[in-house]
Structures are given as structure tokens and as C-alpha cells.
């Protein structure tokens, strides 16, 4: 398949660019992979959606304020966006200033933050903390949300809560897990009072996930590195739902691709460590029986991963009719819940 396959026209005013008042407050829309047919649905209907004895997966990582502002001790302004934590007070990150940051630049950041850069890592710059207290807590205090680009605007108060899921807890994640934003605590203890059992992931989402697929042919593309964990206690609950004949449902590609990378040889194991697993239609889907899903950005590898699922003329015929119904997209907008196809892939693509 080719990039511009997974193209469409987006009216600026659909981007969502602020939350909806309430976390339940977003419209969804059920994609039914194999009729191909669109219900148009309220974000609290997701109950009637699932059944007791399904098995939420949901991803537990937490958004660190990953942003800084400041300036080399030398002059000019700089920022800096963690990527990745790599110890207590280093960690790889991008840097934007007006000329490259070389080996031994002093970075004086927000709130009294002193940086400075100690080497190379690809397209990321490794850079020390030198205050005494660890880099995470600084950004707790000084740093800003790190919003998306399409956003276009400064984060402010609201996006410390509304940028990050009733459920987080462990730290690393640059991006939040975006179907996860829609739950609160009232319709978490519903589900519960179902019978819908839910499980925990951990995906720390890296800026990465915003990077444009530059190639033409999808095979070309490699896939950025990120942290994942699917416990044994995770998997243990899996077998048990797949035993029982219910559905694993993940809340969110970052849930997909988590589960699908501890799936790599045929059924789901234990998993610790890097994935870098690319899905795009071929993908034989190995644990996910349906997914909860934001809308994603025109030739992204989210949008080629849903295609995976329900299929790519489906998947985009529900685009354009979400396009035509006015919903609200991307980070902040409205949802998808997206059950698959029929017809099974012909053959796996993935990279993990």
C-alpha cells in the first residue's frame, strides 16, 4: 500500500484544540469492520458497546511535563522536549534552538533548571541534569505539558488534569494515550458494576508518535523505539478472557501496540522492553478483538494501524463520514470504537 492511501481532506475547524467540558462528553462513533456500517453514538454508550466478562486494556502511563524554555549560557533561546528518561538526571531529548546544540552546551532552563549536553543518540540529544533533585521532579515543577504540535497553542492550567487519563500512574509517557481521556471515575466504576473486567499496559508514549511517515511504500518506514510492559498477571488475565470466550478490547492504539508486540510469536507472553512494531493492512491481529480509538492524523501510522483492523476502504469511508457529521478530531476530540473485518490479512508486516 502507498502513503497517500491513508490521505484525507481535514477542515481546520474539526481540530479539537480544547477538551470537551466534561471527559464524557465527546460523541463516538462505531465502526463495525465488517459490514462496514457507522452508528453515531454518545461517548457514555461505549457501555452498551461491551459485555460482561470483556476485558478492558487499558495504558497506565503518565505524562510527564516534558517541555522547557530557556536559553544556552552563551545567549539565545532554546527548547527542550524530553523524550525519554535514561536515568534519575539524564535522559534523551530534542532540542530547538537557531543553531545545534554541540557537545558540552550549558542550558539554563525554567525554575533554575541547569542542562547540558553530553552527546548524540540518532536524532536526540543526550543531556545531563546537573541541580541535585532528579530531572522528573523538576519537571513536575517547572515544566509544561507537552501538547501536540496540530494543537497550536501553549499548554495552560486545564491540560495539566485534561492531558492525562484518570488512571495514570507511571511516569515516562511525552504524548497522552488519547482513547484513554474520555473515561471518568463515575463510568470506570460502572463498567466495573457491569462486569467488565480491565487491565493495566504500560506504553510510554514518545513525541515520536507525531513524526510524518516520509516514505512511499509503508514497508520503507521504521517505526520509533518505545518502552513497553505487559505483566504476567496482564496475561494471565488474557488467557483467562480468551478461555472464557469474551473479548479483548483495547483502549487505545498504544494499548493495540502493546499487546500485539507481546503477541510477536503467536499468542500473547510476558513483555518487558522496547517495541518498535509497525501495523499497517497485512497485519494479522494476534490478541485485540477491538479497539477504542481517537481520530488520528491524515498518512499516520495510527490511521494505517486501524486500517489493519477493520480495513483500510472502511476505516476511510468512516473518516470522510465523521468529516461530513462535523466530529471533533485528534487528541482532544471525539472517539471510535472499531470492531474488525472478516476477511483475514494476508500476511504479517509488522516490525517489532
Known amino acids: 500500500m502507498h502513503l497517500n492511501d491513508f490521505d ?9 484544540r480544547h477538551p470537551a467540558s466534561e471527559r464524557t462528553g465527546s460523541r463516538l462513533l462505531h465502526l463495525a469492520g465488517d459490514t462496514g456500517q457507522c452508528q453515531h453514538l454518545r461517548f457514555p454508550q461505549f457501555e452498551d ?8 486494556v487499558f495504558n497506565d502511563t503518565r505524562v510527564i511535563p516534558a517541555r522547557l524554555f530557556g536559553q544556552k549560557t552563551s545567549g539565545g533561546k532554546i527548547e527542550v522536549l524530553i523524550e525519554r528518561m535514561t536515568s534519575s538526571h539524564t535522559a534523551l531529548a530534542h532540542i530547538r534552538a537557531n543553531k545545534s546544540s554541540k557537545v558540552g552546551t550549558e542550558l539554563l532552563m525554567e525554575g533554575g ?5 553530553t552527546g548524540r ?24 505539558m507537552p501538547l501536540p504540535p496540530y494543537l497550536e497553542r501553549a ?12 488512571y495514570a500512574d507511571k511516569k515516562g509517557a511525552v504524548a497522552a494515550p488519547t482513547a484513554g481521556l474520555h473515561f471518568d471515575d463515575a463510568l470506570m466504576a460502572r463498567l466495573a458494576d457491569k462486569g467488565v473486567n480491565t487491565a493495566f499496559v504500560t506504553l510510554h508514549v514518545g513525541a515520536g508518535t507525531f513524526a510524518p511517515v516520509k516514505t ?5 518506514h521504521i517505526m520509533h523505539a518505545e518502552w513497553v510492559d505487559v505483566s504476567f498477571a496482564v496475561v494471565e488475565q488474557i488467557r483467562a478472557t480468551q478461555a472464557a470466550g469474551k473479548r479483548v478490547i483495547a483502549i487505545g492504539t498504544t494499548s493495540v501496540r502493546s499487546l500485539e508486540s507481546a503477541s510477536s510469536s503467536g499468542a500473547i507472553e510476558p513483555f518487558t522492553g522496547d517495541t518498535r512494531i509497525f501495523i499497517y493492512p497485512g497485519y494479522r491481529f494476534k490478541t485485540v478483538d477491538a479497539m477504542l480509538t481517537n481520530f488520528h492524523l491524515p498518512k499516520s501510522t495510527l490511521i494505517m494501524l486501524v486500517s489493519a483492523f477493520a480495513g483500510q476502504d472502511a476505516v476511510m469511508a468512516a473518516y470522510a463520514e465523521a468529516v461530513h457529521e462535523q466530529y471533533r478530531f485528534f487528541s482532544y476530540g471525539d472517539a471510535m470504537f472499531v470492531t474488525p473485518h472478516n476477511l483475514p490479512p494476508l500476511a504479517s508486516e509488522a516490525t517489532a
Open 121 to 144: 543518540d540518532d536524532n536526540l540529544f543526550k543531556i545531563e541534569c546537573r541541580n541535585p533533585e532528579p530531572l522528573v521532579d523538576l519537571l513536575d515543577q517547572h515544566g509544561h
Open 155 to 166: 499548554d495552560d492550567s486545564t491540560d495539566r488534569e485534561r492531558y492525562q487519563t484518570v
Open 113 to 117: 533548571i541547569e542542562l547540558v549536553v
Open 49 to 56: 458497546l461491551v459485555s460482561p466478562g470483556d476485558l478492558l
Open 216 to 220: 512511499e511504500q509503508l514497508a520503507d
Open 8 to 16: 484525507f481532506e481535514l477542515p481546520d475547524n474539526l481540530i479539537a
